[in-house]
């Protein structure tokens, strides 16, 4: 556990508004299942309540290696999206350019150089962190970093090798202006979060011209 820290900004004794590890005590964990990307599990932790008599309570969740997703913004100010099959989900949804943390000693933002030219055929020259997020941190421990992408240029045929199969083999592209995908987030037509949360972080982050985000290789907190 870690302590609170008083937010200058808010007033004396109020907490400061950063996340921050911490992890309270597992005294069991069990394995229930370890497939090609996921592992569910039960873990029997400990709830302090500061009262001395701690409950021991089970909390399930799925163990996942992270992703990375692109907001790739052409000069005309839209933003590249693809669509997708999404099983659980039994929807075709629009997203971004993403994929899994699945190559060891791979820099993230390499990882997601590689997802945008695999499944969107493009190349940026310009990248930027624009937000980390923990997708779902109820259910799973899986964390993504959103990158901007921008002074993009199209793959020329032929220097790409990868083949689409399954989900991906039937994928459109499309170019929609990036005020437009705001507004489609928050109409509730796009529902994927690494989209809506991209979309929204881009719009927030043009209004300074992009001048206040963090370079491509700045560590995770």
Known sequence: MTADRADASAGPGVPEVVDVPAEWKVVSSAEHFSGRVITALTERVVMPDGSGEDE????????????????????EDRVLMIRQYRHPARRLLWE??????DV??????????????EEAGYR????????DAFTSPGMTDERTRIFLAR?????PEGELDFVRRHEEADMPVVWIPLSEAVRRALAGMIH??????G????????????????PADAPEA
């Open 199 to 214: 979309i929204l972080a881009a719009y927030a982050a043009s209004a300074d011209a992009f001048a206040s985000l963090r």
């Open 124 to 131: 940026a020259r310009t990248w930027h962190t624009l937000v």
């Open 104 to 117: 060891d000693g791979e820099p993230l933002h390499a990882g997601a150089a590689r997802e945008l030219a």
């Open 96 to 101: 971004l350019p993403a994929g899994l943390r």
């Open 56 to 75: 021991v309570v089970s909390r399930d969740y799925v163990r996942h290696p992270g992703s990375v997703a692109v907001v790739a913004l052409d000069d």
């Open 192 to 197: 994927n979060s690494q989209a809506v949360a």
């Open 151 to 155: 002074d993009l240029s199209p793959i």
